[in-house]
C-alpha cells in the first residue's frame, strides 16, 4: 500500500543561490545572520558569496566542478557555498573533524578540483600522501605554503574582467552539494544532490517547520550535513534570521534563547539529555521558542517530557535522511503533535513498507522496510555502483529503516535493516572500522556492530579476534581507531572473542553478537 501526502507545494525551477539573492533583494539591510560578535545582513551575505563566486570562475572552477569545502561552523561556510552555487560547481561536503584517511576518501571518491578548508583540517592534510588539488584556497589568513587565503582569491578576481553569467544547466541534473552517507551498507559515500532536489527539499521545510521572515532561527549542529545547507537555504527563503554557533553548549544556547528571542531551533537525544542535565534550566525565559525540532536520533520520550515540564520546550519530531525528506508533525496543528511517531509524510512524497525478503508490499500496519519517492530525494551516490542497492523499482529510495504506518499515515520506526551505526546522526559504516582494525598485525578478525546509547543514539562496539600469541588490550584498539578516524567513529567498547559468527556466504551475523551482549549483561 502507497501511503501519500495530503499536501502538494509549488517548487521554483531555480539554483540554490537563487534564495540568498532573492533575500538580498526583499530584506536588503535586515539581519539575515549572527555568528561571535559579528553580523550580517542580506544584502552583505549576498554580495560576499558574489565576490567569491568572481574568484573561483577567475581561477578555472566552473559548471560540473566538484570543490571539497572542509570547516567547523563559521560564516564562510555560507558564503562559499553561495559562490560555488553561482559558478555552477557542487560543495563536497566535508566532516572538519575528519582525519587524513577519511579526506583522502572524499577527494578519491569525488575527484574535486579545488579544496577550501580551515586551518584545523588543512593540519590533518599537511605533511601526508593524500593528493590534493592543484587549488587549494585557506578561510585563515597565514596560509602555509601551497594554499592561497580566500581574501586573495576574492581581491585577485576583482582586477580580472570576468563575470559569472547566470547558469544554464539541467538543475535537475546539475549537482548543488554532496554530503557524505553510507546508504544502506558499505564505506561512506557521496550523496548527490541537485539544484532542484535541494530546492524541493528547502520549500517543503519552510512550509513543514511553518518558517517566516518573524523568526529567529538558532543553528548549532554542523553544516557539512545535508542539514546545514537545507536550513541555512530554508532561512533565506523565509527571510528568518540566523544565530551560528560554533558548536553546542547548552548554557551558551539558552542564554541566547533568552537574550535574542529566539523562535525554533533544532536538536537531538543528546540534545535534549544535555538541557535535562542543566541544574538552572527552569530559570531561562523561554517563552519566544514555538518549538525545537527532534531529528538525527529517536525520540526518548521520558527526557522530552521532563525538559517540557521543566522549561515549556515543545519538541516537533521529524525523519529524514542525507538522501531525502520523509515525514514531519504538522506544525500548524499543535495538538496533534505526538513524540512517538515523528509525523506523516511530507508534502507530495510517497510511503511504501516492504517485506525484507521478497520486497513485496505488507499487509497495512505490518512492519517491514520504509521505502520512500519525493521530490527532494538525491540523484544518487558516488560511487554510482551503489544506486543499484539504493533504488528499487521506479524510483523508490530503500531507507535502511525499518517500521510501520497507521492508517492515517502516521509513521513508526522500530529498527534497521542496514548495518549502519547512527551516531548522533552521523552514519558509521562497520566496514571502514573493520577495514582499518585488520590493517593492525595483532587482529585475526573483527566485526564492528551498534550498541545503545542514550546520548547519541548509537555507539560502535568492536568484537576482535587476536591473532595468534598476541596479548592486545581494549584500550589498545581503541586508541588504534581513535588516532585514524573522526571522533564519532570511535570505538565505546570492544570485546575479545574466539571467533567471529558468520553465514555460509562469510556474512557477519552482527545480530548474534548482539545477543551475546545480551547475555553477558
Known amino acids: 500500500m502507497i501511503t501519500r501526502s495530503p499536501w502538494s507545494l509549488d517548487y521554483p525551477r531555480q539554483p540554490i543561490h537563487a534564495f540568498l539573492r532573492d533575500a538580498a533583494a526583499r530584506h536588503g539591510e535586515r539581519v539575515a545572520l549572527r555568528f561571535d560578535d559579528e553580523s550580517f545582513s542580506f544584502r552583505e551575505l549576498d554580495d560576499l558569496g558574489a565576490a567569491i563566486a568572481d574568484g573561483f570562475l577567475h581561477r578555472g572552477i566552473g559548471v560540473g566542478d566538484r570543490v571539497l569545502l572542509a570547516t567547523a561552523n563559521r560564516p564562510e561556510w555560507i558564503t562559499v557555498l553561495h559562490g560555488l552555487s553561482q559558478v555552477g560547481a557542487a560543495a563536497v561536503l566535508g566532516n572538519s573533524s575528519w582525519r587524513e584517511v577519511e579526506l583522502r576518501h572524499a577527494l578519491s571518491l569525488t575527484g574535486c578540483r579545488a579544496v577550501v578548508a580551515d586551518r584545523p583540517v588543512i593540519d590533518q592534510l599537511i605533511g601526508t600522501s593524500v593528493e590534493l588539488p592543484e587549488l587549494r584556497v585557506s578561510l585563515d589568513d597565514g596560509a602555509p605554503e601551497g594554499w592561497v587565503p580566500l581574501s586573495q582569491v576574492v581581491d585577485d578576481a576583482a582586477t580580472s574582467a570576468a563575470t559569472v553569467p547566470e547558469l544554464d544547466a539541467d538543475l535537475s541534473r546539475l549537482e548543488a552539494v554532496l554530503p557524505f552517507s553510507s546508504g544502506t551498507t558499505g564505506l561512506p559515500k557521496a550523496v548527490r544532490h541537485t539544484h532542484q532536489s535541494l530546492t524541493n527539499a528547502v520549500v517543503q521545510r519552510v512550509a513543514m517547520f511553518g518558517l517566516s521572515d518573524t523568526d529567529r532561527l538558532q543553528l548549532f549542529l554542523p553544516l557539512f550535513t545535508a542539514f546545514g545547507p537545507l536550513v541555512t537555504l530554508a532561512a533565506f527563503a523565509s527571510g528568518a534570521s540566523v544565530r551560528l554557533f560554533r558548536r553546542f553548549d547548552a548554557q551558551a544556547v539558552l542564554q541566547n534563547m533568552e537574550d535574542e528571542g529566539i523562535t525554533m531551533t533544532f536538536g537531538s537525544a543528546g540534545v535534549a539529555l544535555a538541557l535535562r542535565d542543566q ?243
Open 279 to 521: 541544574p538552572n534550566l527552569e530559570d531561562f525565559d523561554l517563552s519566544s521558542l514555538r518549538h525545537m525540532i527532534w531529528g538525527a536520533t529517536p525520540v526518548s520520550i521520558d527526557v522530552a517530557e521532563e525538559v517540557t515540564r521543566r522549561a515549556g520546550i515543545r519538541w516537533l519530531v521529524a525523519y529524514a535522511c542525507t538522501e531525502t525528506g520523509i515525514a514531519n508533525n504538522p506544525v500548524h496543528e499543535p495538538e496533534r503533535w505526538r513524540l512517538d511517531s515523528p509525523g506523516l509524510p511530507l508534502p507530495d512524497t510517497e510511503l511504501r513498507v516492504r517485506d525484507l525478503e521478497s520486497g513485496a508490499d505488507v499487509p497495512d500496519g505490518a512492519q517491514g522496510e520504509i521505502v520512500v519517492r519525493g521530490p527532494a530525494t538525491m540523484l544518487g551516490y558516488l560511487p554510482e555502483a551503489a544506486d543499484a542497492d539504493a533504488f528499487v523499482d521506479d524510483g523508490w529510495l530503500r531507507t535502511g529503516d525499518i517500521g510501520w504506518i497507521e492508517p492515517e499515515g502516521w509513521v513508526h520506526v522500530t529498527d534497521r535493516a542496514k548495518e549502519m551505526i547512527k551516531v548522533s546522526g552521523f552514519q558509521v559504516a562497520p566496514a571502514e572500522l573493520e577495514q582499518l582494525l585488520l590493517t593492525n598485525p595483532e587482529v585475526a578478525d573483527c566485526a564492528v556492530y551498534g550498541i545503545p546509547d542514550a546520548r547519541t543514539g548509537e555507539a560502535p562496539k568492536a568484537a576482535v579476534v587476536r591473532a595468534l600469541g598476541s596479548d592486545l588490550t581494549a584500550d589498545e584498539v581503541t586508541a588504534y581507531v581513535a588516532e585514524r578516524l573522526a571522533r564519532y567513529k570511535h570505538l565505546r567498547a570492544v570485546v575479545f572473542v574466539d571467533a567471529i559468527p558468520r553465514n555460509s556466504g562469510g556474512k557477519v551475523l552482527r545480530r548474534v553478537l548482539r545477543d551475546a551482549d545480551d547475555q553477558r549483561g
